[in-house]
């Protein structure tokens, strides 16, 4: 045996292994298909990332070990496993040292794991592109967006920069698009505000962790007779049923913060569905605030 010295840990890897290792892409693999639907900790992430950076060493580190090097407590290490499906530590071990088949190439293995969380939203892409085969459903949506004069858009939080992005296109061919990015009192008196101009639709950003605050809205909004439009992730289920259409897409949760690639490009979806409903108006009226901007000269090319 040979001995490899990391982060001032030793870990013990025999200098010949007769059974081939499981890869870094197999175990992402094995750990997505078993976290399906849930939530990670911060902590579980964290031991999430250690199991695949230092997959070559899975099978000989111990869960002291293990939790030293995602600076988590050994209890944490345990309640992974468990939570895994795993009757403890060391069945997870095993496991994921030699009991997945691997099925990926010699190349794939060299994937750092920056790349690996970029190429992880492929699959969120393509989820997401099926569910549009059907025009329809986005087609109706796109219709209820710009006849709501006044429209809202609401998103809290992380939820914020989804809702942003939406208000800031949309604004460029809809007369009169609201943000509220304020919980509370302030968004019940925006949305009591949108009602009494006139407005009748809620197109609401609700990403993980669910603030209360947003289900307080979309709450008072379902009271004063909004329709509510929901995007959401695939973990939500509307258990009050507070959404008339609930639109569910993949986040990415493979690096210390989520990334939302399908989120960002359903908001574009969404955009186009409403311009396409605005027979001409949206085209008109971008020329316009093209024409606007280049009198005022804001952009430098």
Known sequence: MKQE???????????????????????????????????????????AQCLTERFAEIGFLSSMELA???????????????????????????????GISPNDTAADSQTSRYQAAVLAELPHLSELAQSLA???????IGKALAASR??????????????????FYASKVHPDVRLIVSGGSMAEDRLDQCVAAGGRTLLAFMMPLYPK????????ARQIGMRIILVSDTSYGDHKKLA?????????????????????????????????????????????????????????S
Not at 150 to 167: D, I, K, Q, Y
């Open 134 to 140: 059907d025009e329809s459903e986005i087609d109706q």
């Open 5 to 47: 010295r990391k982060q001032g840990l030793k870990v013990r890897v025999p200098a010949h292994q007769s059974v081939r290792a499981n890869s870094r892409q197999t175990i992402q693999a094995e750990l997505d298909r078993r976290t399906e639907g849930q939530r990670l900790t911060p902590a579980q992430r964290r031991i």
């Open 68 to 98: 030293q090097f995602a600076n988590v407590s050994q209890p944490s290490v345990t309640r992974f496993a468990i939570a895994l499906g795993f009757d403890g530590y060391l069945e997870m071990r095993k496991y994921l040292r030699y």
């Open 213 to 220: 605050e947003t289900i307080y809205a979309l709450e008072f």
């Open 244 to 300: 008339d259409t609930l639109l569910k897409v993949r986040i990415n949760s493979r690096l210390v913060f989520d990334s939302y690639a399908a989120p960002v490009e359903l908001v574009s979806v969404l955009l186009d569905a409403m311009c396409k409903s605005m027979d001409g108006r949206a085209q008109k009226r971008l020329e316009e605030v093209d024409l606007s901007s280049k009198k005022r000269k804001i952009f430098a």
């Open 150 to 167: 006044p429209l809202a858009v609401l998103g809290l939080r992380v939820s914020a920069s989804l809702a942003t992005h939406f208000e």
